[in-house]
């Protein structure tokens, strides 16, 4: 099961400031049935984290400021019921995790006792050991309240009964069942009736298939389907034509599946005609898929915002159609098998790139890029690749560049004095290149700099009177290069260093710096 959610304190802070905002009053009948659900559902015998917030029901009569529970400020009726953790996992001060209670196993819900909460808009079941239903008292008996909006069911061990249950809840935009146990093949048409769904939330469950043939049948399924979570599930059909129906789909998550590619046709990795053209985040990370990156990805997806296919094998160059996305803002194809060099459409087109990530691939090539139109890049990772040639300066108007990161490359040259001028930058790997000359003195001198790795390259010269402006500086491996002279003092007096690596030199002095 993974837990979703936010931290304890984030959590507690909501529910007070929500309880404290709304009116207090509230129906006899709907107090009733909030004191129903807590005798049906507390187990004194258990310290849960929600379960505390059970204690205090019952305490007055003003149903509305009980934790948990929120009204409508207008009806006054209860309109957002929130149960989580309730009954389900503990969280263990001393391992600092959570733990479902080895005592307790699977249980049943009632869930008729819901159905007096007309007005219920949001309901929150998350993370409550919940196995299913009691027989004929299943979520189809809450077909009555047509407010509902958002369920969340996640992290329980629902398995595939529930989907047939929840066909009545027409009004439902947002469906949470991450961390289930819903396995097999998974038909759109167990969502037809849910017309109004625009996030479906699935990751953490063991589907193996997400079939969206029907949609073509039936028009109308699904299509306003906006977030489509899939993420760490058994999937292994990456042809991705076959989620057509899917006309409104902006997030399409598939990461950590079992997506694969191969030489012949059948379970290669296929785009989607023109089907997805909306699609603004697709994250196919850590898969199997060692096609090509389709050439035409960038026409295919020409609104894409985040692409992530990091994890996978694909090889082959990195399509220049890519490009074509003009509103990119990430793109991560580290850690892949892709070779060539990087297109120079993509450092002179990508205007709004902020993150590139192309580390832990076989990619060649010189970085003298003749326009670097970056402007809004904040990360730069290259890293693990067979880069050579030297930092380019065009590089120094990367303004908002944060992380640089060429780490395990071939490149070759001096340091650049830019380097000292970067004004955002705060991260800089440089190590395992084949850069020589000695550190600019000024390396520091934008006041930003913290991470500063230039070990196992052939830097050489003193290292006196090159820390000024060094004071943001937390961690520096200068190890593995020909330094040479004396340790300067300010290393130890000035510098509020958590790290510092000196060793593989030959610098003399205090021994407690090598
Ligand atoms: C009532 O709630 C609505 C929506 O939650 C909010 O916009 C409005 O300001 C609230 N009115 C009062 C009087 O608190
Ligand atoms: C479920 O709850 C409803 C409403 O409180 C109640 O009438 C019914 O008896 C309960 N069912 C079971 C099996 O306990
Ligand atoms: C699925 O859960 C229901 C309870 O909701 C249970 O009756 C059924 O046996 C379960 N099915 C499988 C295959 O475990
Ligand atoms: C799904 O899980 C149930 C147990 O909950 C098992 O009986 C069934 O064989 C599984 N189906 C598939 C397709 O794995
Ligand atoms: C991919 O799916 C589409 C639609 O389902 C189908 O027409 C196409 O033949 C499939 N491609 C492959 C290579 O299986
Ligand atoms: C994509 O979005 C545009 C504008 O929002 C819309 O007109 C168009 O129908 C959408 N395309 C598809 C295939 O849904
Ligand atoms: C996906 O897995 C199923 C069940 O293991 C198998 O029958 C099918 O051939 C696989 N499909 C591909 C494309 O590998
Ligand atoms: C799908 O793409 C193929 C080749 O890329 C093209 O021949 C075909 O006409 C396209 N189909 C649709 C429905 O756009
Ligand atoms: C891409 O996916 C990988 C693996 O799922 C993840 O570690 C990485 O942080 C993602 N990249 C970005 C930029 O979010
Ligand atoms: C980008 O799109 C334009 C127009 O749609 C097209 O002519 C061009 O070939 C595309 N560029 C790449 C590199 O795919
Ligand atoms: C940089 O980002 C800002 C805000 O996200 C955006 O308004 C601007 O157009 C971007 N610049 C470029 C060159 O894309
Ligand atoms: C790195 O570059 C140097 C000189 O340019 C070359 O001799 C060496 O073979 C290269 N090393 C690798 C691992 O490519």
Not at 269 to 297: A, G, K, M, Y
Request: aromatic share 8%; proline share 3%.
């Amino acid at each position: 099961m993974e837990l979703n959610r936010f931290s304890l304190p984030v959590a507690a802070a909501i529910m007070m400031i929500n309880a404290s905002l709304l009116v207090q009053g509230c129906l006899e009948e709907e107090r009733s049935a909030l004191l129903q659900i807590k005798t049906s559902i507390f187990d004194p015998n258990q310290n849960h984290f929600g379960a505390s917030q059970l204690l205090t029901w019952g305490n007055d009569a003003l149903c509305c400021s009980w934790k948990g529970v929120s009204c409508d400020n207008i009806t006054g009726r209860v309109n957002e019921i929130d149960l989580f953790n309730v009954r389900g996992w503990i969280f263990d001060p001393s391992k600092r995790d959570w733990s479902l209670d080895p005592s307790k196993g699977d249980w049943y819900l009632n869930a008729t006792l819901f159905l007096p909460f007309q007005e219920l808009k949001t309901l929150d079941l998350n993370l409550n050991a919940i196995a299913g239903c009691v027989a004929n008292e299943g979520f189809e008996r809450l077909s009555r309240l047509n407010k509902l909006e958002s369920l969340d069911l996640g992290d329980n061990n629902f398995n595939n009964s529930v989907l047939s249950s929840l066909k009545g809840l027409s009004s439902l935009k947002y469906l949470y069942l991450w961390g289930n146990r819903l396995n097999g093949s998974i038909d759109t048409k167990d969502f037809d009736s849910l017309s109004k769904l625009e996030e479906l939330h699935l990751s953490g469950n063991e589907i193996q298939n997400f079939v969206t043939s029907t949609g073509f049948e039936r028009p109308g399924s699904l299509d306003k389907l906006e977030i489509l979570d899939l993420g760490s599930n058994r999937i292994n059909d990456s042809n991705l034509s076959s989620l057509k129906g899917l006309s409104s789909l902006q997030h399409l998550n598939l990461y950590n599946n079992q997506l694969k590619g191969s030489m012949d046709m059948k379970g290669s990795f296929q785009l989607p005609n023109h089907s997805l053209v909306n699609l603004s985040r697709l994250d196919i990370s850590r898969n199997e898929i060692d096609n090509q990156i389709p050439t035409e990805i960038g026409s295919c997806f020409p609104r894409l915002v985040f692409l992530n296919l990091s994890r996978n094998h694909f090889g082959g160059s990195i399509p220049s159609s890519i490009s074509n996305m003009s509103g990119l803002a990430v793109l991560d194809l580290s850690n892949n098998g892709l070779s060539g060099n990087i297109p120079e459409q993509l450092v002179e087109g990508s205007l709004s790139l902020r993150g590139l990530v192309l580390s832990n691939n076989r990619l060649k090539g010189q970085l003298l890029w003749k326009s670097f139109n970056l402007a809004n890049l904040t990360n730069l990772i290259l890293s693990g690749n067979q880069l050579t040639g030297i930092l380019p300066d065009r590089l120094s108007n990367g303004s908002r560049l944060k992380a640089l990161d060429v780490s395990l490359n071939n490149l070759t040259g001096k340091i650049p004095r830019w380097i000292g001028y970067m004004s955002s930058l705060k991260y800089l790997d440089i190590s395992e290149n084949n850069l020589s000359g000695s550190l600019p003195s000024n390396f520091c001198s934008s006041g930003t700099m913290a991470d500063v790795y230039f070990s196992k390259n052939k830097l050489e010269g003193s290292l006196i009177e090159i820390f000024d402006g060094c004071q943001s500086l937390d961690r520096l491996d200068l190890s593995h290069n020909y330094f040479r002279g004396s340790i300067p003092e300010s290393i130890g007096s000035s510098l509020q260093l958590s790290f510092l690596l000196l060793g593989y030199n030959n610098l003399e002095g205090n021994h407690r710096y090598q």
